[in-house]
């Protein structure tokens, strides 16, 4: 009976072996796919790294370009055309207020029939003398004061 006990633990233990590197290597299957997995994990971070790289350059870029200055003819037609703004509006305001007494004095002459005095207090009321002389001394008063302040540059 201990010779057939010896036998099947001698075969069972010829087994040991093999099994044992059966196990090893299972562990080193999984030892190398966690090293696979970290690797992988480190490839992407570096990806996520240049690809965050490139995205700051690009946007360095674009605000670099943002920034830039236009080129100097372009200065000059904006500031004429920001110096223009203010006289194109009041020459506008002007000629329609020009025309509006026009009409007002053909009104008053044609149709109502006024004499020259009454037809002088019906056009030039002193709300017309107010806005006149308004629109002249901010005019000319703002020329006075950039020669004053040093700008010799005349008013729009």
């Known amino acids: 009976m201990l010779a057939i006990l010896g036998s099947i633990i001698g075969f069972v233990i010829s087994f040991a072996p093999e099994l044992l590197r059966i ?8 030892h190398e796919l966690k090293l696979i997995d970290l690797q992988i994990d480190t490839m992407k ?8 790289q490139v995205q700051n350059y690009t946007a360095i870029e674009e605000d670099k370009y943002t920034y830039l200055p236009a080129s100097p003819n372009s200065y000059k ?6 110096a223009l703004v203010r006289p194109v509006i009041t020459y506008g305001v002007f000629l ?4 509006l007494k026009v009409c007002l004095i053909y009104f008053c002459l044609r149709v109502i029939g006024c004499t020259n005095l009454d037809l002088v207090s019906r ?3 002193e709300e017309d003398a107010g806005l006149f002389c308004g629109v002249i001394t901010f ?3 703002q ?3 950039n020669k004053i302040r040093g700008n010799n540059i005349s008013a729009n």
């Open 23 to 30: 196990i090893k290597d299972k562990k080193e299957k999984e």
């Open 96 to 99: 329609l207020y020009v025309c």
């Open 123 to 125: 056009v030039w009321t």
């Open 77 to 82: 037609i904006v500031e004429i055309v920001a």
């Open 139 to 141: 005019w000319f008063g």
């Open 143 to 145: 020329r006075s004061l």
């Open 45 to 52: 971070l570096k990806q996520y790294a240049k690809l965050e």
